[in-house]
């Protein structure tokens, strides 16, 4: 009886270990000797560091080791290395951390920090990123073009812009001159946080043989290594990740955030594994934020609704350092038309260092922010041309085979099935009561390109196997997909495959668990180990059948001999018939994706797009500005739901997600300064917002993913901000340009409106 | 400039980790919520359990769980499942665990220990394997023939012979009556002990998912996991063996030792780590001896000294349970001939319960008692037939092509080489100054087959790479040999590979670190996982240049293209032309010896045998009986030795540990009970003891070896107490059968054969 494994709603193979909170985090891992870190962090947006003075500090009972950013003389930096360990001779942010502290606990820790004297000289800071853009800004990094960076990203010498990024197609001036209507708005999308219920953790230890280890929820382990092997100039063998459980990411949790404190004290107490916990505060002010986004966006279109041309510029308010920034905003400039079939477009982003809290990678890389500017534009063309938004949508969205901005054909569009699905369980044309209104939007997301995955299957005697694989298992349920993935392929129980934790001494190579990418990626890495197992069990069962391979078929767990139908034998009998109880079989597997000779990273089309569409009902409180999402409904195109359980708390949870950051989210600051880094002032939708929510799982399979599977993760973010504007809009007569849609914003909107007798 | 890897002595590659004391042993290790625990144990050498009292212990406070046998309806055993975790319903030796406490600290798990109330009735006991091999003779197992055992072994029914192996070559019969002389002399061997400095430690945590993890320097950590897997009747996937570094094994630290109790208690404290580190005492009394053995040996030999026939029959004293008892007496059985040829042999073991200590594993695995045997013997023969003792032995050796006594062809024999060079560093034919002698004897030994060995190799962006291995690390160098093999292989230095700790939930299958077996084993799966790397290089240059594979060569770590001599492209030039920062290879070799059909593990002629010689000039003190080693010439045939520095070590360090058997050690027991359980009591050679050591290294290439290899591991101890008796003989005309040769013992044949006017 073949079982369904892909496409079955599995119950996750780590949800006993979480529910039964017996599963380890990293601060919950425990060494002997272990100190504990603390860092001493700049008051200040922008200061020269004059002098550290830390002879009282080291006078502390119990303090083990100090470390300042010239004991480590590193740059750090995914794309751009330009972050020092520990600031070296300026601070850029308030919270950077200037000097750390090991002790034997952590309150000596602290006490110690308290003790480090830092003399600063402070500068002009700047916290605008159109104004940091300027010529006569302030220099956040006076050399920016002087570090190493990747090949796509291009640095704008003497400024602040550490990326300039541009995508062409057509030619947008004549797509304006021909345009009936030309609509230019500009859109705002406000600092958030990650709001990750696990505080950042890392636990460093530099061994006496020189090896460096470190224990940390990072969500690119081998991105890391290779980080910190650059940096520090060791090689990738000296240097080993590892991943416990990780709990919540959400972009947040990779490269270089809370580890450079971490190795800084290891260095300095050799041997002694130096465990550095964040603060609620810390992580809200030092670890990352969404990107502010400053978004004008210029539309032409054609009266019948045809769009003709559209130019988007974004200005990407980056922080302190850049970060994963300048890929941010690369690849959401490249999303920044939309899913629409626009013969000229014209994208550019600005990503501009401000002295703020460092932004950079957050669920759906960017493509929220512009996704708000265009699909609130879209519901004010519409208005405008008289049109239904649904219908002016559907008019002009991508099919298969359209040009995508990136230049490519696209492929794999579940677009129109998304949002036809959206508008009937919206029951769109059916109409609301007052008060209330309803809103639609849609979105499409790239992937980061080409990057590769690798992965190891081992086959063991008793038809079990264990997958081993980097992919970190952040709560999206990979280690579940891989699993059905190895057990599909091998045609053995899912309840057989052990999937690994990432470590990178064992592990194999993956790019990062970001991007939406693990599914594709590593589902493909993990299928072509499956399928060596599999061939190599074909060959040795050929060898004892005394037949040729092409005689056999892998079916089930077991091979079928076509000489004998009906008689089957189990993998582990050949492998014990070959080996006793002596063997085992080994696959491995890597993928990355088929692209143009000589691309690089981030510069080349992405493998795959993925699209989705969601609608909301709101009800609007006039008297107090109050948004009520009533229901939300979202459809996202996943190329092939592996697993449906878990496709659909992506999607549950990504639009919910997204309903918090419109509504609710938001980082305050002053000078600089967070002034809500905790989470009673930092305002998180809970329970009592729930509105009821629908998924839906649409596949438009891919032909190179494993099934047809592409992603789901980011994309589920990006649409609810414009849906629920748009609903408002339609509730209200308001429109609004700026996140979030606070009661006192959109109050003020409806009171502003009232007094000016608009509607 | 080619570099010389293999044959080279590279500094061990955890050479700075050990010497600084970085390297963690199992008892090292500490995790939050750990437990401490401890057993009870039978004080009886053979009692029936009537009741266990657990409530007063239970009553201690920080007492958190207690295990009793039946908890854990187990029965473990690698060749022979007859062991309970803890005892059910009697005691089979003094020291069995019968019931553990798991506490908060050790104090109190001792506390509590002691208030366990066991009440026994004692059982008759014995203690003599000849007179527990008899038919009247108590039993210790009632229905051993019932237990689950290996095809190999052969239990006979109704007695205490756990095993009864034989080999049998031409007619012994016809081959004595044939003989001019047939001598008949009985050889006895004692009871040893591993003397690892690292005492047993096991950490045991049973997860919430079910999966047990288990931390413990367990030599064969696959093997551990078959065990359990079978014993606990759970798949191998929900049981992970993580080796730290083991501190000491000697074939002393593989299969269930302290594992049982640590497993029983984490069953009953589920998510808990419980430690269990066995006192000195333990480890003496509870965990594995060398086979005390009596070794009746019958050789015809023809005037001019042809060996024509050769009988042995050996009582292997395997103690309460079989543990690896079975498969010691079956290899050493098949070596007890000795590396001779001879026609006419019949060789016997019975692997005999008794109510002592458990015999087992024990570097040599019964080799070096029947070498004890054989050698002295051919001494006595030689002198008996005047004869000089190398000259004799040199008539008789096996050479290439010779039949084995396993019936297969010898091959790869360096035994010639051996005797000969351990002869003229001893300058045999010189006399020796009065009271001095010089004594010389042989070994071989064969390995167990077939078994297998798998490996990963994955290559990094940075030319650097990571070999996955279960082989563990017990100080015999493994780690350096594979890093050598790998990079050998890959033609890149020998810093630029790290070679894995074992872990069976990411490090490969491998059969055990034991037996010889790494380098020839796991060195080829090393070797055929480079390979594997290797060639898909080349594919991918092959790609990258247009040309063919066939075209290209690797070389040095980089592909020569034939069409373009002279431009060298570096591997990692190739990874990077192919995937920017996001590629990898990943390389996988499995390894089992080509062998006869249907040939059961340890039923198989050995894939290789070792060969080797030593010598000894000896000082023997007639006044007190002590004798001194004053030099020890080991030369041994390893095939190839792929790091000369190592493989002396081992050579070197084996002859001292034969030394230190044959002169000092022996496990002293009174009805069963070991009254020198400690290493003031029981006597290592010291320093002080030492003579100067002369290693010599023979290569006889193997063809199947890795680069020729063969293993070292343990016959380097077997010869060393038969040359040292055969020189005692020399020195004062005192045969001695029975080891070790105390000041005591020699001085007493001395003595009298003063008396009764010999010589």
Request: hydrophobic share 40%; charged share 20%.
């Amino acid at each position: 009886m073949a079982q369904v494994i892909i496409g079955h709603p599995a119950v996750r193979t780590d949800a006993v270990e979480k529910v039964t909170g017996a599963a380890l985090y990293a601060a919950d891992l425990d060494f002997p000797g272990m100190l504990c870190g603390k860092a001493s962090r700049s008051p200040y947006p922008h200061a020269r560091i004059l002098s550290i003075d830390v002879q009282a500090a080291r006078r502390v009972p119990g303090v083990v080791a100090i470390a300042t950013g010239r004991d480590l003389d590193a740059l750090g930096g995914e794309a751009v290395k330009d972050m020092p360990f520990l600031a070296m001779d300026r601070v850029r942010y308030v919270g950077e951390p200037v000097a750390a502290v090991a002790a034997l606990d952590e309150q000596t820790a602290e006490e110690a920090v308290k003790l480090i004297k830092v003399e600063y000289e402070e500068l002009p800071a700047v916290f605008d990123p159109v104004s940091a853009a300027q010529n006569d800004a302030p220099l956040i990094h006076e050399n920016s073009e002087g570090y190493e960076h990747i090949g796509a990203v291009k640095i704008l010498p003497h400024s602040n812009i550490v990326n300039f990024s541009e995508e062409k197609q057509g030619d947008v001036a004549r797509g304006f001159a021909e345009s009936d209507y030309v609509f230019e708005d500009t859109f705002t999308s406000h600092t958030a946080h990650h709001g990750q219920i696990e505080p950042h953790c890392a636990i460093a230890q530099w061994g006496a043989d020189g090896k460096l280890t470190l224990w940390t929820p990072n969500d690119g382990p081998h991105r890391l290594r290779k980080d910190l092997s650059d940096a520090l100039k060791m090689p990738l063998t000296q240097i080993r990740v590892i991943v416990p459980y990780l709990g919540g990411g959400f972009g947040g949790k990779g490269g270089l955030k809370v580890e450079p404190i971490a190795i800084a004290l290891a260095r300095k107490a050799p041997r002694r594994p130096v465990r550095v916990v964040l603060s609620r505060e810390e992580v809200f002010a030092t670890t990352l934020v969404r990107h502010a986004v400053v978004v004008k966006i210029k539309t032409g279109v054609k009266a019948d609704g045809t769009l003709m041309a559209r130019e988007v510029i974004g200005y990407w308010d980056t922080g302190a350092y850049a970060e994963k920034g300048p890929t941010v905003s690369m690849q959401a400039t490249a999303t920044a038309a939309g899913p629409y079939r626009i013969p000229n477009i014209h994208l550019v982003g600005y990503c501009v260092y401000t002295n703020k809290a460092i932004a950079g990678a957050y669920r759906g890389y960017g493509t929220p922010q512009v996704t708000w500017a265009y699909e609130s534009q879209m519901d004010i063309i519409a208005k405008r041309l008289n049109l239904d938004p649904v219908e002016f949508r559907l008019k002009n969205i991508v099919h298969e085979g359209d040009a995508l901005p990136t230049g490519q054909p696209g492929h794999s569009i579940g677009m129109e099935e998304c949002l036809w699905r959206v508008a009937a369980e919206l029951k769109w044309n059916e109409p609301c009561k007052p008060g209330h209104g309803k809103g639609i939007a849609i979105t499409s997301k790239n992937t980061k390109t080409p990057s590769g995955s690798a992965a190891y299957v081992a086959f063991n005697q008793d038809g079990t196997a264990n997958v081993l694989t980097s992919t970190v298992e952040i709560g999206q349920g990979a280690k579940t997909i891989f699993a059905q993935i190895a057990a599909e392929e091998l045609g053995i129980p899912l309840e057989k495959i052990s999937v690994s934790q990432a470590d990178t001494d064992t592990t194999p190579f993956d790019s990062s668990t970001t991007s939406s990418r693990s599914t594709f990626h590593m589902g493909n890495a993990v299928k072509a180990a499956s399928a060596d197992v599999k061939q190599q069990i074909i060959s040795l069962a050929a060898l004892t059948l005394g037949c040729k391979p092409e005689d056999l078929v892998a079916n089930g767990g077991a091979i079928d001999f076509a000489a004998d139908p009906g008689h089957q034998i189990p993998f582990q009998s050949i492998l014990k018939k070959c080996y006793g109880a002596g063997g085992s079989v080994l696959g491995r597997g890597f993928y990355y994706p088929a692209t143009e000779k000589d691309s690089g990273m981030w510069s080349a089309p992405s493998v795959f797009w993925m699209y989705g569409a969601q609608g909301v009902e709101v009800e609007v409180d006039r008297e107090t500005g109050q948004v009520r999402v009533l229901k939300l409904v979202a459809a996202h195109d996943v190329g092939k739901a592996i697993n449906p359980a878990t496709c659909a708390g992506q999607i549950e949870g990504g639009a919910v997600h997204g309903m918090s950051i419109a509504l609710f989210e938001q980082v305050l600051m002053d000078q600089g300064r967070i002034t809500n880094a905790n989470f009673h002032d930092y305002k998180l939708a809970t329970p009592m917002d729930m509105p009821e929510v629908v998924s839906i799982i649409v596949e438009a399979p891919h032909r190179d993913g494993p099934y047809g599977a592409k992603g789901v993760g980011e994309p589920v973010l990006s649409p609810t901000a414009a849906a629920i504007a748009n609903a408002v809009e339609r509730a209200t007569g308001i429109r609004i340009y700026d996140l979030p849609l606070t009661p006192e914003r959109v109050f003020s909107a409806i009171e502003k409106s009232d007094r000016v007798g608009v509607k």
